[in-house]
């Protein structure tokens, strides 16, 4: 099982990225999926999450500026990220929670990071 963040790069405050973390591989099914994020200098904390069935839940650091949802049929889960401010600076990371098709078992699983730069 391979997890793929994709969509960071440099932007203005007030800007807007959407992110995507592709799954592939070994896969029956993909459960719940988060997002995290690690600003420099900090640890690693969860931002955002969707349920198996889109039932979705946001920190209060990012809610009513991000929204996470899913495209079971392509195994992505997506996080549009709205009016950013320089505080949303950090390495973004997706969460899996996966049943592989052999041998049929339930893990957790990280993808890489992605850089996410809010700076004028």
């Known amino acids: 099982v391979q997890l793929q963040a994709s969509g960071g790069g440099l932007v203005q405050p007030g800007g807007s990225l959407r992110l995507s973390c592709k799954s592939s591989?070994?896969?029956?099914?993909?459960?719940?999926v988060e997002w995290h994020r690690q600003p420099p200098g900090k640890e690693r904390s969860w931002i955002a999450s969707?349920?198996?069935?889109?039932?979705?839940h946001y920190s209060d650091f990012v809610k009513g500026r991000f929204t996470i949802s899913r495209d079971d049929a392509k195994n992505t889960v997506y996080l549009e990220m709205n009016s950013l401010k320089p505080e949303d600076t950090a390495v973004y990371y997706c969460?899996?929670?996966?049943?592989?098709?052999?041998?049929?078992?339930?893990?957790?699983?990280w993808g890489r990071g992605t850089q996410v730069t809010v700076s004028s």
């Open positions: 969707i349920g198996g069935r889109g039932d979705t």
């Open positions: 591989g070994n896969i029956d099914a993909i459960f719940a």
């Open positions: 969460l899996a929670n996966i049943r592989t098709i052999q041998p049929g078992t339930i893990d957790n699983y």
